[in-house]
T-cell receptor
Framework: DQQVKQNSPSLSVQEGRISILNCDYT??????FLWYKKYPAEGPTFLIS?????DKNEDGRFTVFLNKSAKHLSLHIVPSQPGDSAVYFC?????????????FGGGTRLMVKP | EAQVTQNPRYLITVTGKKLTVTCSQN?????MSWYRQDPGLGLRQIYY???????DKGDVPEGYKVSRKEKRNFPLILESPSPNQTSLYFC?????????????FGNGTRLTVT
């Protein structure tokens, strides 16, 4: 069973509006969360992260919110731009995971229309 | 330029024919890892290496081998490929724990096993 889930395979948003990408997790041991962005024919690139001691982290147009009680995090992009069109992966890790492993969600394809 | 380089980018092979996918990083990272990406499943870790001569299994290691004889290289070996190993493979490296040093990914190798 997947421990990290992104229930929306795709999302379409108009340029200038807000994009909200959601992610749910089941493992209560996860304490660090990341978002990666992936363009076609390229590897994922790190976007933004949040520790479980926080409930919000902001970096320019990107903000990640964490709701630990609901085991839910979301990525907000404001305003959305056509260059944001990509697949976004949510990922989680545990402090004591010896393999430094990230557990990834299935991804959400964001399309920002001009 | 700091990068993770994988070769080849595309590979089509037949069942049972041994193959190697190479991975090299120029960032002097101690940690390297292999992931496979499948539709709806996100990225799943195959093997990882914390340092030279130190390797261990990830989430889905069956049918794969790795070696870490030098710090910069981390090849993925499929001794007897099967069709269920058809996937998109990513090599990644990191300078430390993912919460302090996010993973850097290569551009991927698309493998088809017929």
């Amino acid at each position: 069973d997947q421990q990290v889930k992104q229930n929306s395979p795709s999302l379409s948003v108009q340029e200038g509006r807000i994009s909200i990408l959601n992610c749910d997790y089941t493992n209560s041991m996860f304490d660090y969360f990341l978002w990666y962005k992936k363009y076609p024919a390229e590897g994922p690139t790190f976007l933004i992260s949040i520790s479980s001691i926080k409930d919000k982290n902001e970096d320019g147009r990107f903000t990640v919110f964490l709701n630990k009680s609901a085991k839910h995090l979301s990525l907000h992009i404001v305003p959305s731009q056509p260059g944001d069109s990509a697949v976004y992966f949510c990922a989680a890790s545990e402090s004591y995971n010896a393999g430094n492993m990230l557990t990834f969600g299935g991804g959400t394809r964001l399309m920002v229309k001009p | 330029e700091a990068q993770v380089t994988q070769n080849p980018r595309y590979l089509i092979t037949v069942t049972g024919k041994k193959l190697t996918v190479t991975c090299s990083q120029n960032m002097n990272h101690e940690y390297m890892s292999w992931y496979r990406q499948d539709p709806g499943l996100g990225l799943r870790q195959i093997y990882y290496s914390m340092n030279v001569e130190v390797t261990d299994k990830g989430d889905v290691p069956e049918g794969y081998k790795v070696s870490r004889k030098e710090k910069r290289n981390f090849p993925l070996i499929l001794e007897s490929p099967s069709p269920n190993q058809t996937s998109l493979y990513f090599c990644a490296s990191s300078g430390g724990r993912v919460r302090n040093s996010p993973l850097h990914f290569g551009n991927g190798t698309r493998l088809t096993v017929t």
